[in-house]
């Protein structure tokens, strides 16, 4: 299972930018998809997550300003990223939990990301 990320860039304080991800590969099923982010030195943190039902969960630091959604015929996730802010600065990876018929079984996949710079 692959996932490409796209969208990232730079963009103002205040201002938006949409993150696509997409999952191609040998796909049984896709369970949770979802967006975290790194910061250089930091953790990767959990962004926001939505399930193949479309129940969704985001951090604090992004409620209301963030929105994920999610195209389960193309197997694609988006981040519409509204109010940036400088601490939203990050590499932003996408993650899937998703089975492949060789192995019948739920493994997470990884993106390699999108650089998002929010200047003050």
């Known amino acids: 299972v692959q996932l490409v990320e796209s969208g990232g860039g730079l963009v103002q304080a205040g201002g938006s930018l949409r993150l696509s991800c997409a999952a191609s590969?040998?796909?049984?099923?896709?369970?949770?998809m979802g967006w975290y982010r790194q910061a250089p030195g930091k953790q990767r943190d959990m962004v926001a997550t939505?399930?193949?039902?479309?129940?969704?969960n985001y951090a604090d630091s992004v409620e209301r300003r963030f929105t994920i959604s999610r195209d389960n015929a193309k197997n694609t996730i988006y981040l519409q990223m509204n109010s940036l802010k400088p601490e939203d600065t990050a590499v932003y990876l996408c993650?899937?939990?998703?089975?492949?018929?060789?192995?019948?079984?739920?493994?997470?996949?990884w993106g390699k990301g999108t650089l998002v710079t929010v200047s003050s």
């Open positions: 939505i399930t193949s039902g479309g129940t969704t």
């Open positions: 993650n899937a939990e998703a089975v492949t018929p060789m192995t019948m079984s739920t493994m997470d996949y």
């Open positions: 590969g040998s796909i049984f099923s896709i369970n949770t």
